[in-house]
């Protein structure tokens, strides 16, 4: 054993009992003023609002740590299951404000700063997000985070602390532009810096086979340039229950080795310039969430976070249990976010072999027993493949082990098929050809105790197509875990109106319990309470329109229908379809068919990969026609459309307490879950959808008639594919024809002409994957539905309540207790009482 010159040799009796801080609003601002003086050395002529705002989240984290430490010592005296949700993205936005809602400090502190002259909003407003995510994926982790803390579940995240987040998009001359999120550059007051617990993470060299004393073969790795993992912490505190629980995020920082042979050349200063290159790994959030494939340095990425994190799971393991592994695959497991930390699998069978000894049967047992894989997509440009041979180079003994993997594998295919030599082609985990590749998905669901999607239709989807071959080998290992979002951040600390108005109608306990919100549904009938519930979303609707204001310089009408799509820009999601509609109703406006007009604020937002220009092309389009919206006085009063820059958690904070409208209209089959849906119904938003995702689930508990449904099914999708005509359905279309004849006029590109043509094209396409053409009369039919349901106040409103009353089922801590219940058999742990 080495000793680490970090770690001192023996406790300190003392060294950190201290009394229970003072949970009133009083103790809290008075240490807020001690950081502010003292520890950053401010005072009342330096009143730079980050100051203001890392010395209140320094005295929050102060009263964090003390439960943080209650909750690790009740996890350890227990020595129960433990359950690791290895993710390379979460995408957490800010922490202030949840970390006071969760202590139960919010309105107390709230007040005693107001008596300060400080308002606790403008302080929350100086957090930068943190932006460690792409979209549904990572924020799903986020939440998942929150439910586990709430649950009590001993439940660990293990990720990348990039220096770089999210990219902020900016919107000049209607395209989008991508600048660096440097979030840290202030510092970072919730994250704890923990050096000693360094480990080693190895990259490229080779394998070495040799024998020990007792004639048994044993491989190591050689050679190898190494980087060094420095974990950062992060507290999770569940909602008023004295739990936290860790986020430990790795940095990469290079080794304090020297390359003594450029050294000795007298190159000293490039021998510590090297060093930079293995900072680089977590320099940046790649910022697709669909295709990035072949990129090495996103591998070095996922290679980093699963072996630094079972390093760390190991690390610990034989602190307690010395060489001893045979309860290891009883108290824990991996929960791998997609495929994206699959080298989980390989890296554990190494570091179970190569460096605690065991045999490949023993390994192979811990891992098929541990590991556990859940899918998010089906897009086949979204599945994860890597180069064998640049997966060699980088990491020459997982592909030995891969390939081992694999030889196995292949036996039982053969065995259960024999000389089926097309199927042992189709399951292999590496796919032969010129250039092979490895499906990490395949990869998953070998060595995985349990395959699920995200929503029914989805794992349904998975069982049927994508993993056909593997259901009919492993028919148990499938199931499903339909998504959910957490309540604390998406209603009660989004919504606080509504989150008031609900607590006083049924009490509280649909924070932790939200199938509670089921006994609002007696209410929609009561006019005095829709009453107020109207006047809840006009005040919501206010607050969304300073900000559509502020940040697009369009001015929303709180009387208007707020209509609002946001969420990655993809093509399958078909934020085209909704520009299609609001060309249409704009052409209306011009023809002068305006009768019964239903008043719309259409709002869109959304980043789309940088390198995805199709979807540039469409955020172009957005402006673009908001623009001539937006100048020509013929639309005054009846339509706005406005594209929202830098669409982030902080803005759907905002967004969704605000929406009437939910645009969820992707094409059947497509979606796999979809997550803001569940966001907007809980803030009783309606729901304009296709049958896709969740929200097949969302409209099976709110009820066909509390749902805009319209499109075609997942099958319809797949059937009428092949004789798929967009031509005569434009043809056949007067409306479609008009709309898309004003976009090939270049109506909407008056001085950029033909730069919306592959848009049009694409429509026509009869290869058009996501066939937008085929869905839009249905849609069409279906806004005019909503708009003459919204000019009845009393049946919109109806429906309002109806759909937040029937949310409870999208809570993530019902989707935790599921994972719980199927899959990780975690007991729930209260945490040691702070005294
Ligand atoms: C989303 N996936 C699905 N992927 O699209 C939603 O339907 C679903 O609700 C949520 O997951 C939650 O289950 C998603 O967000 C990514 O962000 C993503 C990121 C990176 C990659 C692929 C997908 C690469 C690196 C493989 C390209």
């Known amino acids: 054993m080495h000793t680490n010159p970090l770690i001192i040799s023996k406790p300190v009796a003392g060294i950190a009992d201290l009394p229970a801080l003072g949970m009133d609003a009083t103790s809290i601002v008075n240490d807020f003023r001690r950081y502010f003086s003292h520890t950053l050395g401010r005072d009342k002529m330096c009143l730079a609002a980050y100051h203001v705002y890392t010395s209140l989240a320094l005295s929050l984290r102060d009263r964090l740590v003390e439960r943080w430490k209650n909750t690790q010592y009740a996890y350890e005296e227990l020595n129960c299951k433990r359950t690791y949700y290895l993710s390379l993205e979460f995408l957490m936005g800010r922490t202030l404000g949840n970390a006071m809602l969760n202590l139960d400090v919010d309105t107390a502190t709230s007040e005693a700063l107001r008596n300060l002259g400080l308002v606790l909003e403008e302080i929350a407003d100086q957090e930068n997000d943190a932006g460690l995510g792409n979209g549904g994926l990572g924020r799903l982790a986020a939440c998942f985070l929150d439910s586990c803390a709430t649950l009590q579940l001993p439940v660990m995240g293990y990720g990348i602390r990039y220096e770089y987040g999210m990219f902020r998009q900016k919107i000049e001359n209607c395209a989008q532009l991508e600048e660096p999120d440097h979030w840290l550059r202030d510092g970072n007051p919730w994250e704890i810096e923990r050096p000693e617990h360094t480990l080693r993470v190895q990259f490229g060299g080779r394998s070495e086979y040799f024998h020990d004393g007792d004639g048994r073969l044993h491989v190591r790795w050689v050679d190898s340039s190494d980087v060094m993992a420095v974990p950062y912490d992060i507290p999770i505190p569940g909602y008023r229950n004295g739990t936290v629980n860790t986020l430990r995020l790795w940095k990469a920082a290079a080794t304090d080795e020297f390359n003594l042979n450029e050294f000795n050349a007298g190159s000293y200063t490039e021998a510590v310039a090297a060093k930079n290159a293995a900072e680089h790994i977590t320099m940046v959030l790649y910022p697709n969430d669909s295709s990035e494939n072949g990129k090495e340095l996103r591998l070095r990425q996922q290679y980093f976070l699963a072996s630094a994190s079972l390093q760390d799971v190991l690390r610990n393991w034989t602190a307690v249990h010395g060489g001893n592994f045979s309860q290891f695959a009883d108290k824990n497991c991996f929960q791998l976010n997609d495929t994206h930390p699959t080298c989980a699998v390989p890296e554990l069978m190494r570091l179970l072999m190569d460096e605690h000894r065991l045999t490949w049967d023993q390994a192979w047992n811990i891992t098929r027993h541990t590991v556990a894989y859940t899918n998010h997509t089906l897009l086949p440009e979204a599945l994860e493949r890597w180069p ?28 259960r098929w024999p000389g089926d030599i097309d199927r042992q082609r189709r399951m292999s985990i ?38 056909h071959d593997f259901f009919e080998l492993f028919p148990t290992k499938f199931n499903n875990k339909t998504n959910g979002v957490t309540p604390r951040r998406w209603l009660a600390w989004s919504n606080p109106r509504l989150a008031a108005l609900i607590t006083r109608t049924i009490g509280d306990g649909w924070i932790t319990a939200l199938d509670q919100l089921q006994r609002l549904a007696p209410h929609a009938d009561n006019p005095a309470f829709r009453a107020e519930w109207h006047a809840i979303k006009l005040a919501n609707k206010e607050d969304l329109a300073k900000m559509v204001e502020r940040d697009c310089g369009i001015r929303f009408a709180s009387g208007a229908l707020f209509d609002v799509q946001v969420k990655r820009i993809h093509e399958y999601k078909r934020q085209l379809l909704n520009l299609l509609h609001v060309i249409h109703l704009y052409d209306r406006i011009k023809r002068g068919d305006t009768a019964n007009w239903t008043p719309r604020c259409v709002l869109i937002g959304g980043k789309a990969a940088p390198g995805y220009q199709m979807a540039k092309r469409i955020i172009k389009l957005a402006c673009s026609v908001a623009r001539v919206i937006h100048e020509d006085p013929a639309t005054d009063g009846l339509l706005k459309l406005a594209f929202l820059p830098d669409y982030r958690v902080s803005a759907m904070e905002v967004i969704c307490a605000g929406t009437d409208l939910s645009e969820q209209i992707s094409t059947a089959g497509k979606e796999a879950s979809g997550t803001g849906n569940m966001k907007f119904m809980m803030n009783g938003a309606l729901t ?11 409209r099976e508990e709110a009820g066909a008639d509390n749902f805009f449904l319209f499109g075609l099914t997942a099958e319809e999708v797949e059937s009428q594919r092949s004789s ?39 429509v026509s396409n009869p290869y058009d994957p996501w066939m937008t053409a085929a869905d839009f009369r249905s849609y069409i039919e279906a806004q005019q539905r909503v708009a003459q349901t919204y000019r009845d106040r009393d049946s919109w409103t109806r429906m309002s309540i109806l759909n937040t009353a029937a949310s409870g089922k999208f809570s993530s801590d019902r989707t935790i207790l599921d994972y719980n219940r199927d899959i990780w058999r975690l007991p729930q742990v209260p945490a040691w009482p702070v005294k």
């Open 388 to 415: 064998v041979r640049m997966f060699g180079r980088l990491l020459p003994r997982l592909l030995e082990i891969i390939r081992e993997i694999n030889a196995r594998f292949i036996t039982e295919v053969a065995l």
């Open 724 to 762: 798929y005509d967009p031509d005569a359905i434009i043809a056949a279309d007067e409306d479609l024809t008009r709309v898309l004849r004003l976009i090939s006029a270049g109506h909407f590109s008056l001085f950029e002409p033909g730069i919306f043509e592959p848009i049009v094209q694409a």
């Open 688 to 698: 304009i959808g296709t049958l896709d995702g969740a929200n097949i689930e969302i």
């Open 430 to 467: 590496i796919e032969e050809g010129d250039d092979p590749q490895i499906r990490m998905a395949y990869l998953a669901v070998v060595a995985g105790c349990s395959v699920n999607g995200v929503a029914e239709l989805h794992s349904q989807l998975l069982q049927k197509h994508l993993f």
